[in-house]
């Protein structure tokens, strides 16, 4: 591989019915006239690197990375679509989100689509959230505070509105950290010259989800060791969740 060239996709299943990879923050998952300047796209990337036709099922933000399942022939696809649309996978995510969260929050607030008319009616969105870590730095981000504060969150949505844990969150006065759409511009600027990283922090950490032949139930998780060891394990150079792991979960924290 040349230095510019992208180094491939990071898989994490691959059968003959599906394929899951972990995708990269900043990728989108396919071509979108959204980001006409964009250059990356998960399904024509994948495509290319396995050598055969992939069937989008699900999406992630652009911003966000972690777990992402596509279908490998029309079938297959049709049974995964299903099962995120009957809300028969589990979802869960890793959230950096701003202050000391709640250690339960049981977020049931129905959402409008972004794009949708002002009185278009909300629909339900309901998402799960436990704070797994907290933490408080001894520096000011904001003059009315002479500490800053974070937490480390489990995300756990139950339906699949667009964008919905980061509006959630925000619902909830705990914006994601590098949300530059649902959070605070100079908190972002400060954390990100802290990780040194400019990144929304939000990871797909594990699904849990039927397999598209025969039902069974299969778990499909990033790879980002959670919870830490006790001793901090070396992240090697390569690893598609090395900004999580050498940046976040380095972070002093303390127990929930």
């Not at 003059?143 to 949505?157: D, G, I, N």
């Not at 950490?205 to 070396?234: E, F, N, Y």
């Not at 150079?237 to 303390?254: E, F």
């Amino acid at each position: 591989m040349t230095p510019d060239a992208t180094p491939p996709l990071h898989l994490l299943w691959q059968d003959e019915h599906m394929v899951a990879l972990y995708k990269p923050a900043g990728w989108l998952v396919h071509r979108t006239g959204l980001d006409a300047g964009e250059t990356r796209f998960v399904v024509q990337a994948l495509r290319d690197q396995i050598g055969r036709h992939v069937y989008p099922v699900h999406r992630l933000d652009k911003g966000t990375c972690g777990v992402l399942v596509m279908g490998l022939h029309p079938a297959a696809a049709r049974a995964l679509a299903g099962s995120f649309a009957r809300h028969a996978v589990h979802k869960r995510y890793l959230a950096l989100v701003r202050g000391w969260a709640p250690p339960l929050a049981d977020v049931d607030h129905p959402l409008r689509p972004d794009d949708a008319p002002q009185d278009a009616p909300a629909q339900p969105a309901h998402t799960l959230l436990t704070r797994l870590a907290r933490l408080e730095l001894p520096e000011s981000s904001d003059p009315r505070f002479a500490t800053t504060r974070a937490s480390l969150v489990l995300a756990e949505p139950t339906t699949g509105r667009r964008h919905q844990i980061r509006r959630h969150l925000k619902h909830a006065a705990h914006p994601i950290l590098g949300d530059a759409t649902h959070g605070k511009g100079p908190l972002n600027r400060w954390w990100a010259e802290r990780l040194g990283l400019q990144r929304l922090w939000l990871h797909a950490w594990r699904l849990r989800l039927p397999h598209p032949q025969d039902g069974r139930m299969v778990t499909i998780d990033s790879g980002l060791p959670w919870p830490p060891a006790a001793a901090p394990l070396p992240c090697a150079p390569d690893a598609p969740w090395r900004d999580w792991q050498a940046r976040v979960l380095a972070l002093p924290w303390m127990a929930a």
